[in-house]
Nanobody, 118 residues
């Protein structure tokens, strides 16, 4: 069982920055991939960024060049650095983990709210 706890959300003005953290209850080195998803009201949940155990990183087009995902295996923590935030980035951000690259995202955090004011 993997427990994930997000932190770092909040209210920020457009153009500002936030860093989200996701602390895992297990050694993340053994987790195939971790990702950040977000869901805005009335919209489907979308994958924003992911990082595999091998270090492969992917971003949604909407956040490329603005967001950076990273991991600290020693702290069992994954981060999402968000720069140049836009109002449309406002959403609940969820950390997720999968134990196999071909599996679904099986483990989810409780989510953290990010609100970007214009």
């Amino acid at each position: 069982q993997v427990q994930l706890v997000e932190s770092g959300g909040g209210l920020v003005q457009a153009g500002g920055s936030l860093r989200l953290s996701c602390a895992a209850s297990v050694t993340i080195f053994n987790i195939a991939a971790m990702g950040w998803h977000r869901q805005a009201p009335g919209k489907q949940r979308e994958l924003v960024a992911s990082i595999t155990r091998g270090g492969t990183i992917n971003y949604a087009d909407s956040v490329k060049d603005r967001f950076t995902i990273s991991r600290d295996n020693a702290k069992n923590t994954v981060y999402l650095q968000m720069n140049s935030l836009k109002p449309e980035d406002s959403a609940v951000y969820y950390c997720a983990a999968k134990v196999s690259l071909t599996a679904a995202w099986a483990y989810w955090g409780q989510g953290t709210q990010v609100t970007v004011s214009s």
